[in-house]
Nanobody
Framework: QVQLVESGGGLVQPGGSLRLSCAAS????????MSWYRQAPGKERELVAT????????KYADSVKGRFTISRDNAKNTVYLQMNSLKPEETAVYSC?????WGQGTQVTVSS
């Protein structure tokens, strides 16, 4: 049974940082690319970042380049998203994904 469990969300002030984690189980984690998405209220889901199987290849949405970093630890079956210089418009539910599977998401709220 595939499980993706996100954690690390919360309330942060504009300009602040958060580190999200996604713990994976039920599949061969090291064999799959992983992605982070976000969805703000009333908006479509947006791809934020993707990481290849070994962690050397990463891709980012233009809006987060230079501020967000995706990484993975294949020994821990976990993918991370380090988010710096957060903006209020980045308030959203952040979810990790692989293939057709999604986690339940973690809420990130950027507000003063």
């Amino acid at each position: 049974q595939v499980q993706l469990v996100e954690s690390g969300g919360g309330l942060v002030q504009p300009g602040g940082s958060l580190r999200l984690s996604c713990a994976a189980s039920g599949f061969s984690f090291r064999r799959y690319a992983m992605s982070w998405y976000r969805q703000a209220p009333g908006k479509e889901r947006e791809l934020v970042a993707t990481i290849g199987t070994s962690g050397f290849i990463t891709k980012y949405a233009d809006s987060v380049k230079g501020r967000f970093t995706i990484s993975r630890d294949n020994a821990k079956n976990t993918v991370y998203l380090q988010m710096n210089s957060l903006k209020p418009e980045e308030t959203a539910v952040y979810s990790c994904q692989y293939d057709n599977y999604w986690g339940q998401g973690t809420q990130v709220t950027v507000s003063s």
